[in-house]
């Protein structure tokens, strides 16, 4: 199994990026699919969320900035980023779940200039 998160870099605050993690080895569809970010010095905290239905639940810090996607066609799931505040910097991981079943990316340093 295997979850390989892209999409990361240096913005300017207000800026937008998307991210993306595309995974092998596992039956996508059926996964709840998940982005998690980790600031320095942080926990790693809960972003956003996307079930296999579609239904998706956001963290109230970047609820109305942040939007999450999947596609199950191509095993990723997507974050779409924008307005970006520099306390949106962090490493963001995506995160697969299926029942007791969990598989974490490796991360991507996404960094946002004021």
């Known amino acids: 199994v295997q979850l390989q998160a892209f999409g990361g870099g240096l913005v300017q605050a207000g800026g937008s990026l998307r991210l993306s993690c595309t995974a092998s080895g596992i039956i996508f569809d059926i996964y709840r699919m998940g982005w998690y970010r980790q600031a320095p010095g942080n926990k790693r905290e809960f972003v956003a969320v996307v079930y296999s239905t579609g239904t998706t639940n956001y963290a109230d810090s970047v609820k109305g900035r942040f939007t999450i996607s999947r596609d199950n066609a191509k095993n990723t799931v997507y974050l779409q980023m924008n307005s970006l505040k520099p306390e949106d910097t962090a490493v963001y991981y995506c995160?697969?779940?299926?029942?007791?079943?969990?598989?974490w990316g490796q991360g991507t340093l996404v960094t946002v200039s004021s």
């Open positions: 995160k697969s779940e299926w029942r007791a079943t969990m598989y």
